[in-house]
């Protein structure tokens, strides 16, 4: 870890993390995980996402360099899209704190069950 200090507002990694770390970003992240989609198959991939929320998601990332949209000349017309190197370096972590989210599930569960 560095000497940044994360308590203060124009920190770094605050701000990085505030990109990257909300729930559907990390979803969408690990969703690309294993090669270029298709808009339609990565919302029928991810469960419980608006095509709204999707394709926020997916601007705020393409925006931020992490993500690649691509033109398909298909017929219809399709869009794929892809990890970036600098996405694909955030997979690690992403795997990381799935796993740990995955053992820890019972542990965090609140009274409501999620």
Known sequence: MSDHDVFLAD????????LIADTWSVVVVFGLGG???RYSDLR???GGISNKMLTQTLRKLERNGLVERRDLATAPAGV???LT????????PVTVL????ED????LAGEDGA
Do not use: F, K, Q, V
Not at 85 to 92: C, F, K, M, T
Not at 98 to 101: G, K, L, T, V, Y
Not at 104 to 107: D, G, N, P, R
């Open 35 to 37: 090669g270029p989609r």
């Open 98 to 101: 799935a796993r740990w989210a």
């Open 85 to 92: 190197e600098l996405g694909r370096s955030l997979l690690g």
């Open 44 to 46: 029928d991939r991810i």
């Open 11 to 18: 920190c770094p990694a605050r701000s990085t993390l505030n």
């Open 104 to 107: 820890h599930a019972e542990e």
């Open 80 to 82: 794929e899209y892809r």
